[in-house]
């Protein structure tokens, strides 16, 4: 398999977590999405992903994008460790809280979207993110165990983590979200939260290694 990666997507890193907690090496191509204008633009990568966005995994012959889709083929191909609970309504409500972030809180404050707003790009981030973290912190005080369903890592968890690191680059206060917070703590403490970190990929600037 092959990731086209930028260390500091959350996306990706999603991507990341997902590989790493089912044993499954690659090899990372990374795609600055900031150098030279942003290289996800170039006509390479455009033909490799018409959205040009990362994360892209090319494996078992054919292209994905959209990480949410790349984890469930991975969970349909790789089933173990399972990211997905076997249980029909603990499986809804990870997906229900994989597509909060995923939909509803992480494309608000995309390097895009943030681009476009100027000035305010920090007012703009800090009010999707913490509309999004007050309905969530709501939806896990009915779900969680250990981790955001229950005691077992799940689809859900590896939305998470990259959306904590998010808030905490715009200076979003984390004290009204002690469940959230809670759970990203335990989850960072895993190998393959630690692995797949932004401060540890082979694109991440020297000043910003763990």
């Given at each position: 398999?092959?990731?086209?990666?930028?260390?500091?997507?959350?996306?990706?890193?999603?991507?990341?977590?997902?590989?790493?907690?089912?044993?499954?090496?690659?090899?990372l191509?990374?795609?600055?999405?900031?150098?030279?204008?942003?290289?996800?633009?170039?006509?390479?990568?455009?033909?490799?992903?018409?959205?040009?966005?990362?994360?892209?995994?090319?494996?078992?012959?054919?292209?994905?994008?959209?990480?949410?889709?790349?984890?469930?083929?991975?969970?349909?191909?790789?089933?173990?460790?399972?990211?997905?609970?076997?249980?029909?309504?603990?499986?809804?409500?990870v997906?229900?809280?994989?597509?909060?972030?995923?939909?509803?809180?992480?494309?608000?404050?995309?390097?895009?979207?943030?681009k476009?707003?100027?000035?305010?790009?920090?007012?703009?981030?800090?009010?999707?993110?913490?509309?999004g973290?007050?309905?969530?912190?709501?939806?896990?005080?009915?779900?969680?165990?250990?981790?955001?369903?229950?005691?077992?890592?799940?689809?859900?968890?590896?939305?998470?983590?990259?959306?904590?690191?998010?808030?905490?680059?715009?200076?979003?206060?984390?004290?009204?979200?002690?469940?959230?917070?809670?759970?990203?703590?335990?989850?960072?403490?895993?190998?393959?939260?630690?692995?797949?970190?932004?401060?540890?990929?082979?694109?991440?600037?020297?000043?910003?290694?763990?």
């Amino acid at each position: 398999p092959i990731l086209y990666s930028y260390f500091r997507s959350s996306c990706s890193w999603r991507v990341r977590i997902a590989l790493a907690l089912k044993g499954i090496s690659y090899d990372l191509v990374p795609v600055n999405l900031i150098k030279d204008g942003g290289q996800q633009f170039s006509a390479e990568f455009k033909a490799l992903n018409p959205m040009q966005q990362v994360p892209t995994l090319k494996i078992d012959g054919i292209t994905l994008s959209q990480s949410l889709a790349i984890i469930n083929y991975l969970e349909e191909t790789h089933p173990n460790p399972r990211l997905l609970p076997q249980d029909p309504k603990k499986r809804a409500q990870v997906r229900m809280i994989a597509d909060h972030i995923a939909s509803g809180i992480q494309p608000l404050q995309n390097l895009s979207i943030v681009k476009q707003m100027g000035e305010k790009k920090m007012e703009w981030a800090q009010n999707c993110i913490t509309s999004g973290f007050q309905a969530l912190e709501q939806i896990l005080q009915h779900t969680a165990g250990r981790y955001c369903v229950g005691d077992e890592v799940s689809m859900a968890d590896l939305c998470l983590v990259p959306q904590v690191v998010n808030a905490e680059s715009f200076k979003v206060d984390m004290g009204p979200y002690p469940t959230i917070t809670r759970i990203n703590k335990a989850l960072l403490e895993l190998e393959a939260f630690k692995i797949s970190h932004p401060s540890r990929q082979p694109d991440t600037p020297a000043e910003l290694r763990a």
